[in-house]
């Protein structure tokens, strides 16, 4: 420190005392926007585009920025001032993401079947020793893509190099069976899906053991074609007398974690795709699954009973509200506005 910084402080607590060593106020840099004005920007982020006239879908900073300025809002703004003003109210209208409605009716009853069974209980009763879950489902149109020039290992400085073009080599059809407790990929290979490539599956499992002597072995699916309604699981109880198909609700595979481990897969095995045949795809997937079985652990599914209650009261009051719409005291962009401004 120098010498000058010392003398300048110890003048401040000769003259002033401790309170001489705080921070004096200071004026700093005028704001150069209002509360207001900054309201109104956020308040457009807040619209669709389209909804304002624009032949836009989403909104990006430079868009706004002009927006605003042609608007009359603001006089000058640049992007990145516009992307600090959001940023403070975690907006990020240029972002988006898809969502779908529960449409099943019979969607509490289901998942909560489903969830009790990753809890080791059905219908109320616990699972015994000889009872097992399996989480199946099919992954489909894995390709083989063989670049047309070799992919490039990591560098100094650079990271790997994937060719863009590529030459295709077909696609298959990937089909795994995931014991939920003991955490056991069980998996084969086929053309396309259908009933015959799902109960080779099924067949694979169910006559080895320890499932083929197991007193239940209940298996979880999503509603594809392959293992549809009633006649599948009258298929799957002729077939094997001890096995117990449950079907997730509809539009409701992310309740079902072969999903999972079919999205560990896809970063671990399939991303980048470099294979120079639907052969070396079948080989890598099968090592994989070598190599997964060899240290897997259970997932720790948190999704529970209570959070599907949660969810369904959400829901109901999403639609109480879409049936009873009365718009409430400062719903509109310019009262809302003047709202967050004050």
């Known amino acids: 420190m120098h010498v000058d910084t010392v003398r300048y402080w110890r003048s401040r607590y000769a003259d002033e005392g401790l309170p001489g060593l705080a921070d004096r106020r200071r004026t700093g840099r005028p704001p150069q926007f209002t509360p207001v004005q900054i309201a109104e920007v956020k308040a457009m982020a807040c619209q669709l585009p389209a909804e304002t006239g624009l032949p836009l879908s989403r909104w990006s900073c430079p868009d706004l920025a002009g927006e605003v300025v042609d608007r009359g809002i603001i006089a000058a703004i640049s992007a990145s001032t516009i ?21 099943d009716p019979n969607f509490a009853a289901k998942a909560t079947r489903v969830l009790d069974l990753y809890a080791r209980t059905y219908n109320g009763v616990a699972l015994g020793p000889d009872e097992y879950v399996i ?10 893509r063989c670049r047309c020039h070799p992919t490039l290992p990591p560098g100094a400085a650079r990271m790997m190099r994937v060719n863009h073009e590529y030459d295709r080599g077909g696609a298959l059809a990937y089909l795994a069976a995931y014991d939920v407790h003991r955490a056991h990929v069980y998996s084969h290979c086929a053309a396309k899906t259908g009933i015959v490539p799902f109960m ?70 399939v991303t980048p795709n470099d294979f120079t045949s639907l052969d070396q795809v079948e080989d890598r997937l099968a090592a994989f699954e070598q190599r997964y079985n060899a240290t897997a652990r259970p997932f720790r599914w948190k999704f529970t009973p209570a959070d599907l209650e949660d969810l369904m009261a959400r829901i109901e009051r999403h639609e109480q509200k879409e049936q009873n719409p009365q718009q409430p005291p400062g719903c509109d962009h310019q009262p809302a506005a003047l709202a967050l401004a004050a």
Do not use: C
Not at 135 to 144: F, N, P
Not at 233 to 249: E, G, Q, S, W, Y
């Open 135 to 144: 989480s199946s489902d099919e992954k489909t149109s894995i390709q083989a």
């Open 200 to 269: 080779t599956l099924v067949e694979q499992v169910m006559t080895q053991e320890p499932y083929a002597s197991a007193k239940r072995v209940f298996w979880v699916v999503d509603n594809g074609s392959s293992h549809r309604g009633q006649a599948a699981i009258d298929r799957l109880a002729k077939r094997f007398p001890n096995a117990v198909m449950v079907h997730t609700p509809t539009h409701a595979s992310w309740l079902n974690q072969v999903e999972i481990f079919f999205s560990i897969v896809q970063r671990k095995v």
């Open 83 to 103: 992307r600090r003003i959001l940023a403070a109210e975690a907006l990020k209208p240029w972002q988006y993401q898809s969502w779908i409605f529960i449409r």
